[in-house]
């Protein structure tokens, strides 16, 4: 399924019709009808329904969700809030088909009195008032509307967004519909991925109204989730006669004197994700404490100083000898480390993380149109993205999309941007969004994890997309596995390793 933006679903809708055939007449009766069906799913024949229609193809959609609710038996009130004389174009169509099966409707503009009696009744709202063409400040009524229907306290289901949300990013808004569900067309908007945006949406359901894949592909859409269904299909396999060399030799190089938990988890985690082989290479002074911990690693201790590691002991590894490694969970910022001249003519997979970022961003003039002899992947949260990018981090959730893309490119690497909805971006632009996980994850350590899965998952696969989608994914599906006995506050992150080999199993079978 894609992520578009409003603008990019307005050109898939031309393409679809001037290219593929298919009328703006159809493709709208394809949207009411398969909104109506979902509808049928989610409330039973008691329900009454009070249909909200705008001006535009929102409301469009509208007429044809009261007329097929009505012809199903539902009792439905319908209310148009703009002059009827300002319905143009397939919505007007549609508008006289509504009419010509003996349906009415009630006038906003006349009734103002009776609109405010009709919100007080209890019902479904359905929210087909303005769709994806909001741009800017709500002009009168659509502000008033929408505030007497949040404060109505009845269920309120959104068409395709909720009124009054920008459709992408970095939009002005000022009054929203706070939708409980919102049934999105074909595809979902950028802004569901996006917070305080996505809290707008309630419960999403993408139902299809028939736009072929190919107005998609040629419209060069680049953004998709990451869903169970494409990550059991690219879960990978192992070959009956592989050995433990076979299965990846992975490197985790991190810890502290202040941290000596996150390297172990990362390579807990790692050895959980199918790593044939685990090396931790740790500062000499906590090589005692962390090899109390995990007993299937083997060990590298490195000279440190004030409990850190340093710029000379990293000359200590030959990183050849590793197909993967991890950098820079629980390391510490004592000392400045050049991981650009270290790294660059290291083969293997290289998953910079944590602390790792912190002194990739004082050597990033150094990773600027680099070419690194193996594939590079960067696992920031917004703090760290932030500090990366000269961004605040109101800037960064605000362009999560664009500031990956725009990184990922001019550097060369894939970014793994956490938080709701994390996204994968590959260093050609493609996008790919999670939709697992909860917040639960808003712990300590649960980083670490998804840094250990990453690259444990690296060494199974050929196609590093595949891998880090069906990371992220799988991590985020640990935490919700979790919520089936815990509480959301009570997840730790050696919960999320504990629970990997159930997910990987039910995933995979």
């Known amino acids: 399924m894609y992520v578009v933006t409003g603008e990019e679903m307005h050109r898939i809708d031309r393409f679809t019709m001037d290219e593929i055939g298919l009328s703006d007449h159809t493709l709208m009766e394809n949207a009411g009808q398969a909104v109506a069906r979902q509808l049928e799913k989610m409330f039973d024949q008691n329900a009454h329904f009070l249909v909200l229609i705008g001006a535009g193809n929102n409301g469009g959609d509208g007429f044809v969700i009261s007329r097929y609710l009505q012809e199903k038996g539902y009792p439905v009130e319908t209310w148009v809030i703009p002059p009827a004389s300002r319905i143009k174009g397939t919505a007007a169509h549609h508008k006289h088909i509504y009419e010509q099966c003996g349906y009415s409707f009630k006038a906003y503009e006349t009734n103002n009195q009776s609109f405010r009696e009709a919100l007080a009744t209890k019902g479904i709202i359905i929210d087909a008032l303005l769709g994806t063409g909001v741009t800017g400040k709500l002009r009168s009524p659509y502000d008033h509307i929408i505030r007497l229907v949040n404060e109505s306290g009845n269920r309120i289901v959104s068409v395709d967004i909720p009124s009054g949300l920008p459709d992408s990013e970095g939009g002005n808004y000022t009054e929203v519909i706070w939708a409980d569900d919102t ?10 991925c996006l917070y305080p945006e996505g809290g707008y ?26 869903l169970q269904e494409r990550v059991k299909a690219t879960l990978a396999t192992r070959d009956v006669n592989t050995h433990k060399g076979g299965a990846g030799k992975a490197l985790v190089i991190g810890g502290s004197s202040a941290m000596t938990g996150a390297p172990t988890m990362t390579a807990q985690s790692c050895l959980r994700s199918g790593a044939g082989l685990v090396t931790m290479a740790v500062p000499e002074s906590i090589h005692d404490v962390v090899t109390q911990h995990i007993m299937e690693s083997m060990f590298a201790s490195l000279s440190d100083a004030q409990g850190e590691i340093t710029n000379e002991s990293l000359k200590q590894i030959n990183y050849t000898e590793y197909d993967g490694i991890a950098l820079g969970p629980g390391m510490g910022r004592k000392h400045r480390l050049t991981l650009y001249e270290r790294f660059k003519d290291v083969p293997g997979y290289l998953v910079i993380d944590a602390d790792g970022l912190y002194h990739l961003h004082d050597d990033l003039s150094s990773w600027r ?60 632009g493609d996008q790919w969004v999670n939709t697992s996980g909860n917040a639960s994850l808003a712990k300590g350590g649960t980083g670490d ?54 997910v990987l199993k039910l995933l995979r079978y």
């Open 183 to 192: 049934i999105t067309l074909q595809s979902l908007k950028l802004t569901a």
């Open 369 to 428: 149109g680099g070419h690194r002899l193996g594939p590079t992947i960067i696992t920031p949260h917004s703090g760290e993205m932030a500090r990366l990018t000269g961004c605040s981090v109101k800037e960064v959730e605000a362009h999560r999309f664009t500031l990956s893309k725009a990184f990922a490119k001019d550097y060369n690497m894939y970014v793994i941007l956490k938080g709701p909805y994390t996204i994968v971006t590959t260093p050609s």
């Open 201 to 226: 949406y309630g419960k999403v359901t993408c139902v299809d109204i028939g736009i072929p894949n190919r107005a998609f592909s040629e419209q060069r859409v680049t953004r998709r989730l990451i």
């Open 449 to 502: 994890t998804l840094t250990g899965i990453i690259l444990g998952l690296l060494l199974q696969h050929k196609n590093i997309e595949d891998a880090l989608c069906n990371a992220v994914y799988v991590h985020g599906k640990a935490a919700d596995h979790l919520l089936d006995t815990h509480d959301m506050f009570s997840v730790n992150a050696t919960d999320l390793i504990s629970v990997l080999p159930r």
